[in-house]
């Protein structure tokens, strides 16, 4: 059929320059030593780490030299050469920047170019009665700056950089660092464990709703460095607190490793919505490439009643490996997970989520939009798990896959382990394709062939984007546009 | 001016259209009429410029410019319209956004400039109220669940709200009850000006008591067997489409 042909044609002519951030900033940095234990105390020292945290990383450390790659991911790439990488890279001029003054006026102008509102002057000059996000900014494997946290201090929720977080609240970090994701959970949890740089600690008190959105940008500029962040969230009882986490990277030839872990913790009746729009570079036309993203998130409805929900939008990235999950460990708690994951040129993706029933009447709810379009691969893998004593466990999961032109791939691989009978767990799935048809009939009406893929994609992942803080909602849906040019003909 | 010289096409290797003859001068409507399987969706898909449609001999002129040359959403902006037998469905997108996305990708193309939000749904409110269609019905997915009466209004508040000065209607009558017939028809009638020309395909004569047209043709085997004034329609009510061949492999 002609409109194949076609599509393939596009899909070679995906160009880099779609890619709109793929700019670098030249800015001198500071790189640990490669290869050895040395990198590790060096990523410590620089921090002015405790005895305790180094001790915790060397412990990850040697582990990890014990440990082997996953390889049961259905994503196929070059072997990562873990003793030629470098673990660590700053900004020389942030070490510890005291405010937006004393940062370097090169790493603002490239967040400005990435259009996040740093300058809170900016932000409340807006309109009037506008959300305000407060917003932690990392570059390449350091925070460089926090918004609004005076008002944030104000209610009593600390947002800070996690390196802050060990200075500041050491108690906080010790009891939950590593609770939810241990130190030898897999092999990129625990090298992250060995040689996290930074990233973002959330603490929401007893009985707070968090005034604001809170938000982190991520951003790997360094060339061949891997960029590993560590974010804790804690809500404590009765505490609410919605976060989004948004990426993105310079267009490189070499692949960048990314592997971060995320842990979430809700308390008793606690709420954690947790959001992210990752737009990571996602390789040439060619395949060429890219970022790597080997990524560990976790929540653990510790407290009865406590809700953790996940919402994900996967756009970039030439290799995403990421499961956010949920552990039901509470009486009547409550997982989601929201996943919009879109692959195009030669991604691939496998992605999903794990729901871990171990308290009574705890439910969850799995709605998975994949969109394959190009070579691309695109693989749901979910486990849903009723423990012994998860009497009444209850989940419902959906999974939906879109294919555009037939070089490309959707595969939907659920688990499910029920060891209570009471259990009730209902799956559904679908596999469809844009028709010629539905795209005739926006063409007709004078929609170019993108501005109609568009459409009908969103209209396909409506049901996710509406999981979305109103804030980002717009914003997501021009990044689905885009990441699906060229994707048809 | 709509000229179509001796228009050849094939879907799937199999010729449909062969040697059609027509003339649409700007302001008349003309009927098509014919049985089913004689070719007129196809008219219709091949002058909207769907892919599978190959055109393998004549000519389609459109306003001196020939029509062949340009892409589907090229001849939207044209000023072509289609109003389709069976519209499609498209889950998840609102009426509503559609209708906005299809209006302003024309105006931008056409060199206007888009309607504000306000304006936008000012001009969707006034010109729904004369086809009945209620706002909470644009705020559903495009065409899911709609009702054939449903979405054939829909279809003709797409026309108005895109302005076309061509507009081809595939069969607008098939499934709608006397009254829906008669919103329907008055919508269109609404939009004759002496700017536009109409292509009111059908299989019925019952449309053409609303839709008064200019000149009627029935189509047979691929091309224009006979044209007349608007009697012809009427002659056909009596006599059927007998004379004129069930074609071979008839298909709705
Ligand atoms: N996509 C297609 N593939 C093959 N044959 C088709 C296709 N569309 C229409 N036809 C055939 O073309 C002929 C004309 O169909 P159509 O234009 O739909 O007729 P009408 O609208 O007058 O009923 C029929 O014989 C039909 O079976
Ligand atoms: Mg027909």
Redesign the interface.
Known sequence: ???VDETVERVKEIDVDKYKYGFTTDIESVKAPKGNEDIVRFISAKKDEPEWLLEWRLEAYRRWRTMREPTWAKVHYPKIDFEDLYYYAAPKSTEGPKSLAEVDPELLATYEKLGIPLKEQEVLAGVQGAPKVAVDAVFDSVSVVTTFREELAKAGVIFCSISEAVREHPELVKKYLGSVVPVTDNFYATLNSAVFSDGSFVYVPEGVRCPMELSTYFRINAENTGQFERTLIIADKGAYVSYLEGCTAPMRDENQLHAAVVELVALEDAEIKYSTVQNWYPGDAEGKGGVYNFVTKRGDCRGDRSKISWTQVETGSAITWKYPSCILRGHGSRGEFYSIAISNGYQQVDSGTKMIHLGRDTSSRIISKGIAAGYSDNTYRGLVSAHRKATNARNFTCCDSLLIGDKCGAHTIPYIEAKNASATFEHEATTSKI????L??????????E?AVA??V??????VLQQLPMEFMAETQKLIGISLEGSVG | MLEIKNLHATVDGREILKGLDLTVPAGEVHAIMGPNGSGKSTLSYVLAGKEDYEVTDGTITWKGENLLDMDPEERAAAGVFLAFQYPMEIPGVATMTFLRSAVNAVRKARGQEEFSTPDFLRIVKEKAKLLKIDMAMLRRPLNVGFSGGEKKRNEILQMSLLEPDLCILDETDSGLDIDALRIVSEGVNALRSPERSMLVITHYQRLLNYIVPDRVHVLSKGRVARSGGPELALELEKSGYADYGQDEASAA
């Open positions: 059929m002609p409109a028709s010629d048809d539905q005739f009939y926006c063409l007709s009406r004078g929609l170019s062939e501005e459409l009908i969103n209209g396909f992942v409506r049901d």
